[in-house]
């Protein structure tokens, strides 16, 4: 079983519409967990970094954790075409001596206008 | 402020031969981290560097090996290429091991 499990989609919504993003992880010492954002061919950019349970809203984003289910999630409101892009979910154990990240393999989503 | 850097871009090598790869990390960090993604995949840790020592690595050979510098730049050396090396191969700086993790565009590396 993978560390963190992600539906790598592919996943298609009109412009408007509201994204529902999701990984579940296994390891209880997870406490950080992060969500990236990566266009074709480039480097993820960093979208938003939460720890522990609850809610962190930037903007159209809202990053979700409930530790109880071992369940994170990134809503999208107001979703653009240039949102298109592949989410990674991340987590991080910071109780370990190594600051390693271990990445879901990816949503591929499309925003059509 | 200067974000993450790597070098080369692009990169075609062939099946035992070596390459380096390098990064520049953001200003005011002192901890690099490389990570291998495969096409269709998520990014794999490879290891990590904090203060110019490896502060441990994944499930990967020892034909991967690092460095890191004075100046926290790193190098990303494979030895004995494989075909399955072929991928993305990303470096992310950050200040300390375990703050948030700024990744830099990637080199892609081809092995024929």
């Known amino acids: 079983q993978k560390e963190v499990e992600q539906d790598p989609g592919p996943l298609s919504v009109p412009e408007g519409a509201i994204v529902s993003l999701n990984c579940t992880y296994s390891n209880s010492a997870f406490q950080y967990f992060m969500w990236y954002r990566q266009y074709s061919r480039k480097g993820p950019e960093l979208l938003m970094y939460t720890y522990s349970s609850g809610n962190k809203e930037d903007g159209r984003f809202t990053a979700q954790v409930d530790k109880s289910s071992k369940y994170i999630s990134l809503f999208i409101r107001d979703s653009q075409p240039s949102d298109s892009a592949t989410y990674l979910c991340?987590?991080?154990?910071?109780?370990?001596?190594?600051?390693?990240?271990?990445f879901g393999r990816g949503t591929q989503l499309t925003v059509w206008p | 402020e200067t974000g993450v850097t790597q070098s080369p871009t692009h990169l075609i090598k062939t099946r035992g031969q070596q390459v380096t790869l390098r990064c520049s990390s953001q200003?005011?960090?002192?901890?690099v981290s490389w990570y291998q993604q495969a096409l269709g995949q998520g990014p794999q840790f490879i290891f990590q560097y904090y203060r110019e020592e490896e502060n441990g690595r994944g499930n990967f050979p020892p034909r991967f090996s690092g460095l890191q510098f004075p100046n926290y730049s790193s190098e990303l050396n494979v030895n004995a290429l494989e075909l399955d090396d072929s991928a993305l191969y990303l470096c992310?700086?950050?200040?300390?091991?375990?703050?948030?993790?700024?990744f830099g565009p990637g080199t892609r590396l081809t092995v024929l």
């Open positions: 991340a987590a991080l154990d910071r109780g370990s001596t190594l600051g390693r990240l271990y």
């Open positions: 200003s005011g960090h002192n901890t």
């Open positions: 992310a700086s950050s200040k300390g091991a375990y703050n948030e993790q700024f």
